[in-house]
């Protein structure tokens, strides 16, 4: 813990907790700019290796820093990143499979 010139204890800024907390965002964004970039053809190569590759990484990345943020709570003070960032991943992540379900079962047979 530091203490500033006016005698303030700063804490030091849990990283991992709003990268963890940030992530499930930039997921979203780039979901949104694959969408926006290929239309209405969402089974050609550029909108299925970009999503089957870029946003599964950002959100197992947010989730290992949310998991990794944790233990530095009582150090660090930023228990409402931490835990907000945690539930958000874990439900875009259940949102990401559902959305797999979903165009894994609406494909032709």
Known sequence: MVISKMGHRLRKTNHLAIAGFLLPFVAAAVTGALLLIVKEEFKSLRFSVPYLTIIPMIL???????LRSIPLIPERDDKDYAYSGLTLNILFLVVYITSLIYFITSLPQ
């Open 60 to 66: 197992v990345g947010g989730l290992v820093s949310s």
